[in-house]
């Protein structure tokens, strides 16, 4: 089940493509909440486009903090490569901060 902090739009899929989207949410959330405990809200934004047969899907994603929002988008015709890519960049981006944090307040020492 996904939290009150999450919010996704664009999400139109059959059962087992949300069933798997969902894992996928589920699983990277958990990552983030590890790394960051005091996040306001996660938006997910999926744009989907033909091409040919297959789907071209663009996912946006924002990570948002009362300081900080990070945004992150990728492009594939895989949904959930897509996904785990703009969650991915998302974590890079939530280290970098952290460390940025950590050397900011040594210099203060």
Sequence with gaps: MLDKKISISGFELDTSEKEKV???LESYIKKIESKAKDYQEIKIRLKKSAHGKAFL?????????????????????????????????????????????????????
């Design 22 to 24: 969902n894992e996928v």
């Design 57 to 109: 899907h663009e996912v946006e994603g924002e990570f948002i903090t009362k300081d900080k929002i990070i945004t992150s988008k990728y492009t594939d015709y895989n949904l959930l490569k897509a996904l785990a890519e703009v969650f991915e960049k998302m974590l890079v981006d939530i280290d970098r901060i952290k460390e940025k944090s950590i050397e900011k307040n040594e210099k203060k020492i």
